[in-house]
């Protein structure tokens, strides 16, 4: 089997690297010292940075029309965990996985448990999946899952994430993510209210379930695969079922999943006011859920959300610890590519954030200074923090540069070799 890449390539890569950075590195901790900024400071910090891999991210995304599949496609879990294990190898960005069953289904959990542990992973938010039916399953979720007007597909839809739980306690995962693809395609097919009291019914038995150490991050969607309303359409109804479910319950925020031009900044700072920001799936939009690559469209953005974030660390807002996974669509790129970029993304757009001077932020607010303040904010987003990352990077034993380094050693094509095209397992769903 195909284990990774070798650390002695990898150190070689660098080695040609190491004096460009050496510069770069001490130029910016010049310029930082300028503005009273101590980068080692910082990078530490950003050293402890890692965002989850959703294992369906390591395969080829689709739309509507086609797929298009790559070279050496992982066939199962434990492929897709090897290429996740290559993904945090170079990018030392992504110490942990996050499941979607059933499509990561496999006959010994402490097996995949051990081959996690031996690439360096462990395991985030489990993911259940009750927006498409599964072969032998009795009830179809066509017209909806946990708030089914048939009270045998609610029970069946319970059971499924019951199942994702118990699952997730043999992995050692103290979360479960619950999207709902429940809607209605037409004016009137929807009772909304009713709707609503079956999520919150159902929902309740899964919350009942949960260890004592687990949380449970509901995640809303404007709209798709229902196109006139959606159960958890918003960051609201999502608010009012995790208020009604309990303390363990809180809302995810998945970027893709509003109306274009929403202020998702902003819905960030309400969540993390009322106690009730579970974390995020980080991609980017230009015009729905799109899946693109995070911060590939917009990154000031993806800054203004970590703005928020660290403003609320830095300010110790109570029960303030949000989970972090990407949850992207890769139809045209290699997947371990765009995961190594974009969680590189995240990763600087963090770093960014932790470059804004709060103090005089706090000081511009109070005195409606509003120029100041979007200098300050800009100043800290528009400063180039690359050889930080790369530091970092090269410090934990990954690339300087992910993506050459990845290219260089024919990972690729080797597990091609190893991975005869075959039918998806389930990886790059939408
Ligand atoms: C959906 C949601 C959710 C889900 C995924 C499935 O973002 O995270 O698990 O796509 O492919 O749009
Ligand atoms: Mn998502
Ligand atoms: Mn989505």
């Known amino acids: 089997m195909t284990t990774g890449i070798d650390a002695a390539f990898i150190a070689a890569r660098n080695d040609a690297l ?44 689709g ?22 294990g290559v993904i945090q190898q170079l990018a030392r960005a992504t110490p942990t996985v996050s499941l979607h069953i059933p499509w990561d289904k496999c006959t010994d959990w402490s ?47 319970v059971a499924h994430n019951l199942e994702c739980i118990d699952i997730g306690r043999k992995l050692g995962s103290k979360a479960l993510t619950v999207w709902v693809g429940d809607g209605s395609n037409f004016p009137g097919q929807h009772h909304f209210r009713r709707a609503f009291d079956r999520y919150l019914e159902s929902t309740r038995q899964i919350y009942a379930a949960l260890p004592d150490d ?18 958890i359409q918003d960051w609201g109804s999502s608010y009012l079922a995790a208020s009604a479910l309990g303390p363990k319950a809180q809302c995810l925020v998945d970027l893709g999943h509003h ?27 230009k015009y729905g859920d799109d899946d693109l690559d995070a911060g590939s469209v917009s ?3 993806l800054f203004l959300v970590f703005n928020e974030l660290v403003a609320a660390a830095h300010e110790r807002a109570p029960g303030f610890d949000p989970a972090y996974m990407l949850d992207q669509s890769h139809n045209v790129t290699d997947p371990i590519e765009s995961l190594m970029t974009s969680a590189a993304q995240v990763q600087r757009s963090y770093a960014q954030a932790l470059l804004v001077d709060r103090d005089a932020l706090d000081a511009a607010q109070e005195a409606n200074d509003a120029m100041t303040a979007t ?33 260089a050693s024919g990972y690729r094509r080797q597990v091609a070799e190893a991975r005869p095209a075959a039918l998806s397992g389930g990886g790059g769903i939408v």
């Open 214 to 231: 687990w949380r449970m991050f509901l995640e809303h969607k404007i709209c798709e695969p229902a196109f006139y309303s959606t159960v």
């Open 111 to 157: 097996e995949l448990r051990g081959q996690a542990a031996s690439l360096g992973l462990a395991f985030d938010a489990m993911n259940s999946n009750t927006f498409s039916d599964q072969p032998g399953q009795p009830r179809s979720y066509k017209f909806g899952s946990l708030t089914h007007t048939d009270a045998a597909t609610r029970a069946q839809a």
């Open 299 to 301: 990154p000031y953005r």
């Open 63 to 84: 739309t509507r029309f086609a797929r298009f599949p790559g070279p050496g496609e992982p066939r199962h879990v434990f492929d897709k965990l090897q290429d996740c």
């Open 18 to 61: 190491r004096r460009d950075l050496a510069h770069d590195y001490e130029h910016l901790g010049d310029q930082l010292a300028r503005r009273g900024i101590d980068l080692e400071h910082v990078r530490a910090q950003v050293a402890t940075f890692g965002v989850a891999i959703p294992s369906w991210g390591v395969g080829t995304g």
């Open 375 to 407: 200098h300050l904010l800009k100043a800290a987003f528009q400063t180039d923090v690359t050889p930080l990352l790369q530091r970092v990077r090269a410090d934990a034993g990954g690339a300087i540069d992910p993506v050459a380094t990845y290219r």
């Open 259 to 285: 109306a274009p031009n929403v202020n998702i900044e902003l819905i960030v700072a309400r969540l993390i006011a009322a106690g009730k920001l579970a974390g995020f799936h980080f991609n980017d939009s």
